[in-house]
């Protein structure tokens, strides 16, 4: 599935009707099996100018506020959550909540002109999106710390030599890059790496013991999907497996005996 943010007016700023949309497609997304990976990106300059500021302006309120953010369980949290690969292409700017949005991606391709800028602080809020979760764990605690307190910008390249963007290329290349990649992946045992993707994102706060005992639950789940017999076969046939045509036969089976 492509995503697209498109509200050029606003330079895909994160508007309330901007979010309902995303939260609908990511729901689409997440119930639909034969997506198997998503590609999110901009449309027009920017990536996203992050909040929109003029309904910032009126309501920044503390209620307005604590309800503006339950909402995110909408629409960020099914994103951040959603057990398929996404793959973002960032476009021009990310500001913000936007650079918050791009980092939940699982890989990130970056036109050669993006820039990744904090801004929090300029308005002097605290970063938010999952930026607080994220960035650390991406590039470190003090690299984090150092380049929200200082208001800093990071260019592609930069964010490419952090480990935050997989790779650079001609931002007229951007969408077919990064279209390239979801397709890539979404070639690959898509169901098995959305399973190790949920596990992943429990490596940091869980202990060993419980991630080795993750690990052995997440591979019996693993070892019973199509996707898992298709590419054993395929080792040992010493061929090329066809994870996606293992995957359909199996929907098109569901699809029978619930008929």
Known sequence: MVIRLSSPETRNSLTEPLRDA???????????????????????PSFCSGGDLFALQKACDPWPVHRRFRK????????????????????????????GLALTGDVLIAGESAKFVAGFFRLGAVPDIATLYHLPRLIGMAKAKNFLFSNGTFTAQQA????????VVPDDELYAAGLAEAQ??????????????????????????DML??????????????????????AIERRSPDFLGSAQKDMANSQASQS
Do not use: Y
Not at 78 to 86: E, G, T, Y
Not at 160 to 167: P, Q, T
Not at 184 to 209: D, H
């Open 213 to 234: 005992a993750f690990e052995g639950m997440g591979q019996a789940l693993a070892m019973s999907n199509p996707e898992f017999r298709e590419g054993l076969a395929a």
């Open 160 to 167: 490419a030599e952090l480990g935050l963007v997989a790779r």
């Open 22 to 44: 995303l939260g609908i497609a990511v729901n689409e997304a997440a119930l639909d099996r034969s997506v198997r990976a998503v590609f999110l990106t901009g449309e027009g």
């Open 72 to 99: 995110l369980n909408c629409w960020l949290s099914p994103l951040i959550n959603l057990d398929k690969p996404v793959v973002v292409g960032v476009n021009g700017h990310a500001v913000g909540g936007g650079m």
């Open 184 to 209: 890539r992946i979404a070639q690959g045992p898509a169901e098995v790496m959305g399973l190790a993707k949920i596990l992943l994102a429990r490596s940091f706060e869980t202990s060993l013991p």
